[in-house]
């Protein structure tokens, strides 16, 4: 059974990982430089800076933009799961009962004054492919008799680019699907809100890959960063074909590679389904 990485982070515990389509044959599926990754992030109007922090017990540096806390790009970090010091954290996915969905159940709602029909689709299509591969459950909550009775829940909005929180956060959080988002970025949002965090942040990931930070953008080199406290599992070797991992020139200020290969060679990337990868990383987060 292959499985991937991922990163189980302290209270709150995140996996990352991806499926091959069995209906999409591997040249339809793949992207070198994957231009489809490019939309997956928070795009600001306004950058206040940085701040330092710790997150699941590991140091993180987290851009402020606009009123967001942003850990690599696409993921909102709400305050309270910061802390003022290093605990031991959790890796490749999450093992915190507060930070998973409880019965497998992940409760959602369409912001009626952001989502129009085409981001509605999107995220129902990426809903539909998680429910034919995973046990988990999604529901709109608007359809349900009193849905007021739920207050955790994903609140899929329309804002600039793509984005997500990690795990499940308490009231409503915002998933976002821009007007450039595909399904395949839907899913990947979708594998952060239930705990899947970026491939290549894994805590072994050195093992497998180059970091070139003389390639990143200025600002972006905390987008790079591997967690490496605390306790947790990681599975298997990392998986180049998880629907969580980075495109070998993600952020890059000079079109070189930020990320190659132990050799130095480029990867493919996708955004067309969960790998078995991370469907593997799942099962364990939501046996």
Request: one cysteine or more; hydrophobic letters at 30%.
């Given at each position: 059974?292959?499985?991937?990485?991922?990163?189980?982070?302290?209270?709150?515990?995140?996996?990352?990982?991806?499926?091959?389509?069995?209906?999409?044959?591997?040249?339809?599926?793949?992207?070198?430089?994957?231009?489809?990754?490019?939309?997956?992030?928070?795009?600001?109007?306004?950058?206040k800076g940085t701040m330092d922090s710790y997150f699941n017990g590991d140091p993180v540096t987290l851009v402020k933009?606009?009123?967001?806390?942003?850990?690599?790009?696409?993921?909102?970090?709400?305050?309270?799961?910061?802390?003022?010091?290093?605990?031991?954290?959790?890796?490749?996915?999450?093992?915190?009962?507060?930070?998973?969905?409880?019965?497998?159940?992940?409760?959602?709602?369409?912001?009626?004054?952001?989502?129009?029909?085409?981001?509605?689709?999107?995220?129902?299509?990426?809903?539909?492919?998680?429910?034919?591969?995973?046990?988990?459950v999604f529901i709109n909550k608007d359809t349900l008799d009193d849905p007021e009775s739920i207050s955790n829940y994903?609140?899929?909005?329309?804002?600039?680019?793509?984005?997500?929180?990690?795990?499940?956060?308490?009231?409503?959080?915002?998933?976002?699907?821009?007007?450039?988002?595909?399904?395949?970025?839907?899913?990947?949002?979708?594998?952060?809100?239930?705990?899947?965090?970026?491939?290549?942040?894994?805590?072994?990931?050195?093992?497998?890959?180059?970091?070139?930070?003389?390639?990143?953008?200025?600002?972006?080199?905390?987008?790079?960063?591997?967690?490496?406290?605390?306790?947790?599992?990681?599975?298997?070797?990392?998986?180049?074909?998880?629907?969580?991992?980075?495109?070998?020139?993600?952020?890059?200020?000079?079109?070189?590679?930020?990320?190659?290969?132990?050799?130095?060679?480029?990867?493919?990337?996708?955004?067309?389904?969960?790998?078995?990868?991370?469907?593997?990383?799942?099962?364990?987060?939501?046996?």
């Amino acid at each position: 059974m292959k499985k991937q990485n991922l990163l189980l982070l302290t209270a709150a515990i995140w996996l990352f990982s991806c499926k091959q389509s069995s209906d999409q044959p591997i040249s339809e599926q793949y992207d070198p430089s994957c231009q489809a990754c490019i939309v997956e992030q928070y795009v600001p109007k306004l950058i206040k800076g940085t701040m330092d922090s710790y997150f699941n017990g590991d140091p993180v540096t987290l851009v402020k933009a606009d009123d967001k806390l942003l850990l690599e790009g696409d993921i909102i970090i709400d305050p309270s799961q910061l802390t003022n010091a290093a605990v031991s954290g959790e890796r490749t996915g999450i093992t915190s009962a507060l930070k998973k969905w409880p019965n497998k159940t992940v409760y959602f709602s369409f912001d009626s004054s952001s989502t129009d029909e085409s981001t509605r689709t999107k995220f129902k299509s990426a809903v539909k492919h998680w429910m034919d591969n995973t046990d988990l459950v999604f529901i709109n909550k608007d359809t349900l008799d009193d849905p007021e009775s739920i207050s955790n829940y994903i609140n899929v909005i329309q804002d600039d680019g793509c984005y997500s929180s990690i795990g499940m956060v308490k009231g409503a959080q915002d998933l976002s699907i821009g007007s450039g988002c595909s399904t395949g970025n839907a899913i990947h949002e979708i594998g952060h809100a239930v705990g899947l965090y970026h491939e290549q942040s894994r805590r072994d990931r050195d093992k497998y890959i180059i970091i070139y930070t003389a390639n990143i953008d200025s600002g972006k080199a905390g987008n790079f960063n591997k967690y490496a406290s605390g306790n947790g599992f990681e599975l298997d070797t990392l998986d180049f074909g998880s629907i969580m991992m980075y495109p070998y020139n993600a952020f890059s200020k000079n079109g070189k590679p930020t990320i190659t290969k132990k050799d130095g060679t480029t990867y493919t990337t996708q955004r067309r389904a969960l790998s078995q990868g991370d469907l593997d990383a799942v099962e364990h987060m939501y046996p």
